[in-house]
């Protein structure tokens, strides 16, 4: 330190002793500030991507704007937006489907995927290894993928379906029973307003089931053995074993897999928007909110409508997510 | 009835029966699921003449080649491929990199605000993507970031899950003697994560990297809307739009499709215990 050439001693220790006090308190909010540098990509990205669109979305669904003529273009408009949205019979058109949709699709999901789990447990762990492989293989493709292959396989002419369909009437053994089918041939799987709902929920049904099934399957691995066991020499049977012990013990298990296809059904978007061949054919019965959603945002480019008709879902999914959570909310995180 | 059945003379072949039964269904299951799979690859040996018979064709047919030059007609197919690879790949890294850092101050740090943020995080979770789908687009688009890669990736870094199972993951395999000790031997903070932290958060690394990695690769929302030129757009995208091409080459498209699972379907089946048993712990718990 050239300073320190020209000051007597007792003054350098001083500074000395300045500069070291200073050097602690620098570390010491350097220590002090070692998280907020390791959570400082969850703040920045976050805040970004976040917090300040949120805001902005409040500000945006009061306003009238159209993205491609510039944020300059944004006009006041008050709440008329979301007076149109509500008074829009789409919207209310959109909101039942969804709500169809994610009945059809999500209850069926839990019914066949607890007992498929409990059979599954049953089984060694190789086994089981293998078969929870199979069945979650659908999850983790893209659902653009599967809806692309069922978009195929539902063709009227030519589909899968159709083809066993017609099989199945004019098979020899099996005419007597499903001749009748042959009336409504070809069926139009995804062109027929009445069917659409029907089709499009069984490609959720099916894309998720298994996914369900693995967590049902962890759950049940977390039940003592001895427990069955005990019940097994109460003389309880199989299926009292199913109903007394598996179902009550597996409640969190049973509450958390539900909130997540309320959640997940309730923003359908892609099995729709493919099966549909983007909304084009048979739009009024398979038309989800999220999808209603892209085409005011994206096809209309009214962004304002389209912020307040994001409200109204996020209200939506709040209500229905909170119902259950009032509901079953207690019982189902007892366990926990 | 039940009378019979109990009968210890029969138990024996109730019991066969029973299995029997239980693996017919676990076997129609398999076969449910994995179907749709085998018949987009069977297809994809099929022109549009054997495939819009009228009878059904379940045997393979010979125009597999064809349909592999019909997919680059009508797709910029491997660019697509590659463009996913890069989205998914970048997106991967860089969330191991944010979740484990976040998650391990989360878990360790006692600081100002750590319950907010993990308050924060949770909540976010429940927030469904189209609803943060316009906010997103609009602040890509004052970012100037439309249509490019890195507006389709970074967002998604920080994933609520994976910094929730990181989290727990270093509350549950991190021992706080070992952060004490690298911290008398000298080690600086970033030190301590770096070198003693991040090697032990191994496993739970792996799921997380899988998990995101199937996230992006899949993604169709977020680059729908933003990226708009061709040579830009993912897989899925590309997929997507052949439909609105008059007189689809449906082989053609098939083979894209089977194409499109094989990478997501090779990393499953190598890591498919450690995926499964990640997500379900990271979830559950």
Redesign the interface.
């Known amino acids: 330190m050239s300073r320190n050439l020209d000051v007597s001693p007792e003054v350098s220790d001083v500074v000395r002793a300045a500069d070291t006090a200073k050097a602690d308190n620098i570390k010491r909010l350097w220590n002090k500030s070692t998280p907020y540098w390791f959570v400082s990509p969850y703040l920045i990205i976050f805040g970004v991507f976040g917090v300040f669109p949120i805001f902005f979305m409040v500000f945006l669904s009061f306003h009238h704007w159209n993205p491609v003529a510039g944020l300059g273009s944004m006009r006041w408009v008050g709440l008329e937006n979301y007076e149109l949205a509500l008074t829009d019979p789409m919207l209310w058109q959109a909101m039942w489907n969804t709500l169809v949709m994610a009945l059809l699709s999500g209850i069926p999901q839990h019914l066949v995927a607890l007992p498929m789990a409990y059979l599954l447990v049953s089984l060694g762990a190789h086994a089981r290894h293998w078969l929870t492989t199979a069945y979650f293989l659908p999850y983790i493709t893209s659902t653009i993928a599967v809806s692309m292959i069922f978009y195929i396989m539902y063709s009227p002419q030519s589909g899968l379906i159709n083809h066993m369909l017609r099989a199945l009437a004019d098979g020899t053994l099996t005419s007597w029973a499903f001749g009748w089918i042959n009336n409504f041939m070809p069926i139009a799987w995804l062109q027929e307003n009445s069917l659409i709902r029907y089709s499009v929920s069984f490609v959720v049904f099916w894309k998720y089931v298994g996914f369900n099934i693995v967590i049902y399957t962890a759950g049940l691995a977390t039940i003592p053995n001895d427990l069955y066991e005990a019940a097994k020499i109460d003389g309880a049977s199989s299926f009292q074993r199913f109903r007394y012990i598996a179902l009550p013990l597996m409640r969190p298990f049973i509450f958390f897999a539900v909130t997540l296809t309320i959640i997940g059904n309730m923003n359908l978007f892609e099995e729709p928007f493919v099966l549909t061949r983007g909304l084009q054919t048979a739009a009024t019965n398979g038309m989800s909110i999220s999808n209603y959603l892209y085409r005011v945002a994206w096809e209309w480019l009214d962004m304002g409508s389209a912020a307040a008709i994001s409200w109204i879902l996020f209200l939506v999914i709040g209500t229905f997510t909170g119902l259950y959570f009032w509901l079953f909310g207690r019982k189902g995180l007892e366990g926990n | 009835m039940i009378r019979i059945l109990e009968n210890e003379h029969y138990q024996r072949g109730v019991y066969l029966a029973g299995k029997l039964i ?1 693996w017919f ?2 076997l129609l ?2 076969v ?3 179907f ?2 085998i ?2 690859a069977m ?1 994809s040996t099929h022109d549009r003449s054997t ?6 064709t379940l045997q393979l047919s010979d125009q597999l080649v064809n349909n592999y030059h019909q997919l680059q007609q009508i797709m910029p197919f491997w660019n697509a491929m590659f463009n996913s690879m890069k989205v998914a790949g970048l997106g991967t890294l860089f969330s191991l ?2 979740c484990s ?2 998650g ?3 878990a360790v ?1 006692q ?1 100002r605000g ?1 319950n907010v ?1 993990f308050t ?2 949770i909540c ?1 979770m ?14 890509i ?1 004052a970012l100037g970031l439309t249509n490019t890669h890195l507006a389709v990736w ?2 998604f ?2 994933s609520p899950f994976g ?1 929730f199972l990181i989290r727990q993951y270093v509350v549950a395999s991190v021992p706080r003697e070992l952060l004490e000790a690298a911290k008398l031997d000298g080690a600086s ?2 030190r301590t ?1 770096w070198s003693v932290v991040l090697p032990l958060l191994r496993p739970g690394l792996a799921t997380l990297a899988i998990v995101q990695f ?1 996230m992006l ?2 993604n ?2 977020h680059p729908l ?1 933003i990226l708009n030129s061709r040579e830009m757009q993912v897989i ?1 995208q590309v ?2 739009s052949v ?2 091409i008059p007189n689809t080459p ?1 082989g053609a ?2 083979l894209g ?1 089977t194409l ?2 094989l990478p ?2 090779v990393i ?2 190598l890591s ?2 450690q ?3 990640g ?3 990271g ?2 718990k």
């Open positions: 239980l269904i676990l299951g398999v449910i699921t994995v749709p799979f018949w987009s297809l495939m819009f018979s009228s009878t059904l990199l944010f850092m976040i391990y101050a989360l740090y600081f750590r943020i924060v995080m976010s429940m927030i469904p993507p189209v609803l943060t789908l316009i906010p997103y687009f609009m602040v688009d970074l967002p870094t920080i910094i903070e970033f994560y199937v690769w899949n169709f929302l809307v899925t997929l997507r439909q609105s449906w498209v098939m499709t499109s699972i997501l379907l499953y089946l498919s215990k995926m499964i048993s997500l379900t712990s979830a559950v």
